[in-house]
């Protein structure tokens, strides 16, 4: 992994911080199970769950619904199985 790499994570990482507790939980489980393995794509998918709402975004990671884009839908697997969702 190179530094530009290391520094994008490190902000995905930072930004996955939330204020409703679900989502800080399921993204503290997913970094803790998933360190190393986001790649360019994985990591531009979460950038863009990133930018939602923290109520839209739960919807999607607790299954209630499914992405309107299905570019995310496997990054939002990926999200819901370290919960166990």
Known sequence: MNEQQRIRRER???HSRRALLE???VMRRFWQSQPELLD???AEQLEC???M???DLWELLSGRQEPADPALQGMVALLRQPAGF
Do not use: K, M, S
Request: overall charge negative.
């Open 12 to 14: 995905l990482r930072w």
């Open 23 to 25: 989502l800080d939980l």
């Open 40 to 42: 360019d794509l994985q």
């Open 49 to 51: 769950l990133l930018a």
């Open 53 to 55: 709402e923290d109520h």
